[in-house]
Nanobody, 126 residues
Framework: VQLQAFGGGLVQPGGSLRLSCVAS????????IGWWCQAPGKERERVSC??????????NYADTVKGRFTISRDNAKNMVYLQMNSLIPEDTAVYYC??????????????????WGQGTLVTVSS
């Protein structure tokens, strides 16, 4: 029973990466999945979230990634993706996916997430 995030790597500024998060060993019955990141010496920050319990796939994004990142889901495969475009050095961090049962208004609270993946490192550098 685990969440696994993968797809990180080294990319040049302006490049793209797609992160994937897969739930294995259990069926997702949570309300949403979020992508969080943590840069060295900084607090963990919410990047983007997507509902998985509703048909309309509601999303939210941190202001720093709006217009550059896109979150999506494939409920049949128990997977959530984060397409990251126009990457900048400030995006360098370990990225985690996590599940939550709370409503959208609480998606920004890391304490409301009950299962976390192991993280995948994204490095944006020339």
């Amino acid at each position: 029973v685990q969440l696994q995030a993968f797809g990180g790597g080294l990319v040049q500024p302006g490049g793209s990466l797609r992160l994937s998060c897969v739930a294995s060993g259990f069926t997702l019955d949570h309300n949403a999945i979020g992508w969080w990141c943590q840069a060295p010496g900084k607090e963990r920050e919410r990047v983007s979230c997507i509902s998985i319990s509703s048909s309309d796939a509601r999303t939210n994004y941190a202001d720093t990634v709006k217009g550059r990142f896109t979150i999506s889901r494939d409920n049949a495969k128990n997977m959530v993706y984060l397409q990251m475009n126009s990457l900048i050095p400030e995006d360098t961090a370990v990225y985690y996916c996590a599940t939550t049962r709370v409503v959208r208004s609480s998606w920004d609270d890391a304490n409301k997430y009950d299962m976390w993946g192991q993280g995948t490192l994204v490095t944006v550098s020339s």
